[in-house]
């Protein structure tokens, strides 16, 4: 279980570009988090760890996150329900667009 844990959680070497373009907010440090690791889902503690916030900081905007469609449940087990973000959504949709574009931008050609 821990390996699989090690191989689903995205390190990063510094900040990411979409964080220094458009600020460390906790909202968007839960969103970047997800959206670097979209092909998996998380429990809100695998979140918490992995986007780097404090729990009651996580908790703070998680409602909100969660009520505007940001991210989806993609499955439960136990009383545990897991998350990954949303890709539908079209504000999503933007930031991963934008994400791209700053990567694209950042690389030598």
Do not use: C
């Not at 996580?58 to 890709?87: A, M, P, Q």
């Amino acid at each position: 279980m821990e390996a699989e844990q090690t191989e689903k959680k995205h390190v990063r070497s510094g900040e990411s570009l979409l964080l220094q373009a458009l600020g460390e907010t906790p909202k968007l440090r839960i969103l970047d988090f997800l959206i670097d690791n979209p092909l998996f889902d998380f429990s809100k503690k695998e979140i918490i760890e992995g986007s780097g916030v404090s729990k009651a900081t996580f908790y703070k905007y998680w409602d909100e996150i969660e009520g505007s469609g940001f991210v989806k449940e993609t499955r439960k087990y136990g009383k545990t329900i897991l998350y990954t973000i949303n890709e539908d959504n079209p504000a999503v949709q933007k930031l991963m667009e934008l994400d791209e574009a700053l990567m694209e931008q950042e690389s030598p050609d």
